[in-house]
């Protein structure tokens, strides 16, 4: 049995699907460094247009926000957060637009909280890779 060069691992934080990311990344945590550096870069402008769309009260372009936003969370493995935008996403169908103010208000403080876990994981798996030089 061969013994890798790499015997360290980078244990994601809680609401981290940490077994979805390494199976997606193949364990190449210098991939996943760049793809949170890269997420944590598109996420804010993205946010803004979810609670732009919310405040017109434009049903349409509210479901398309939350879709865009929604491959994201996946990337860092926000899956549970993702499947959540999937639901909204779901609900948008509905014709009257009140309905949708409790689900909206559960889904952004989420996607609001997302950011700052997004950021912090980024640091810590940065500063990780950096240990595998």
Not at 16 to 22: C, D, E, K, M, R
Not at 53 to 78: C, E, M, N, Q, T
């Amino acid at each position: 049995m061969n013994s890798s060069t790499n015997d360290k691992y980078f244990v994601f934080s809680g609401q981290f699907n940490g077994q979805y990311i390494n199976e997606l990344y193949d364990g190449d945590y210098a991939l996943m460094a760049e793809t949170f550096t890269d997420v944590a870069g598109e996420y804010n402008p993205m946010l803004q247009n979810v609670f732009l769309s919310y405040r017109s009260g434009d049903i349409p372009a509210l479901k398309s926000a939350v879709h865009k936003l929604k491959p994201l969370l996946g990337y860092v493995g926000l899956t549970s957060l993702q499947a959540d935008c999937q639901k909204f996403e779901d609900n948008c169908q509905q014709d009257s637009f009140p309905s949708l103010h409790d689900d909206f208000a559960q889904l952004s403080t989420g996607l609001s909280t997302a950011k700052s876990w997004i950021d912090e994981e980024k640091g810590r798996l940065t500063a990780f890779v950096r240990t595998l030089k």
